[in-house]
């Protein structure tokens, strides 16, 4: 069984709102993502920020489990464990809300890359995504949790305790030639942009 999960949890200091709620194509912007997963998984889970779950839910519905971190701003190895725990797959998928490009098929990729490991971990611009990366949950999840005992913050540095494969850029441009998969909403301009593309179809 595999799980996709959307990660909404964190603070959206560049934007004025929640980024995930934001409107894009006129509708919120984590529908693009949670779809992909949707295509990918046998089940859906998106993490948001304590106090948000409801407003998730009127715009993803019932069909998708949304699920509240513990802390606020907590960081992303937070946001992983929160995931892990919740869903029920042997390997989850996990992308950031923020990615409306996400491909299908580079999902399909990292997953198939991380089958028989305990994930896969894309390296883009020589830096690792460890929030487009796929888990093997049981063993991830112990291992995260071992590391944020330990004051890590950062998932790449809870790899050393885990087999990961690096999916590498040639690879992931095979399917994604301009590697929109991985390109972030972070500001007003972003979504902008991101709004002349989905116009022009231009991914």
């Known amino acids: 069984m595999i799980s996709g999960a959307v990660l909404s949890g964190g603070a959206s200091s560049r934007m004025s709102e929640e980024k995930g709620l934001m409107k894009l194509g006129g509708v919120p912007m984590v529908y693009f993502v949670a779809k992909t997963m949707e295509l990918l998984a046998d089940e859906v889970v998106v993490a948001v920020a304590p106090g948000m779950a409801d407003e ?16 606020a701003s907590a960081g992303p190895l937070a946001g992983l464990i929160t995931i892990l725990r919740e ?45 487009h990366s796929a888990y093997r949950r049981r063993h991830c999840l112990a291992a995260f949790e071992e590391a944020v005992d330990e004051g890590v913050k950062r ?21 994604d030639p301009h590697l929109e998969s991985f390109w972030n909403v972070n500001t007003v301009d972003d979504l902008r942009e991101a709004e002349r593309r989905l116009r022009t179809h231009i991914f």
Do not use: N, W
Request: net charge negative.
């Open 56 to 71: 998730y839910r009127q715009v993803l519905g019932d069909d998708k489990r949304v699920v509240e971190d513990e802390e």
């Open 155 to 175: 998932p790449s540095e809870a790899y050393a305790l885990l087999h990961m494969v690096h999916v590498e850029e040639e690879d992931l441009r095979a399917l």
């Open 87 to 131: 869903a029920k797959g042997d390997y989850v998928m996990v992308s950031p809300c923020d990615t409306p490009f996400l491909r299908l098929d580079v999902c399909q990729a990292i997953v198939m890359f991380a089958k028989g490991k305990d994930g896969a971990v894309p390296r883009v611009g020589g830096y690792l995504e460890p929030l």
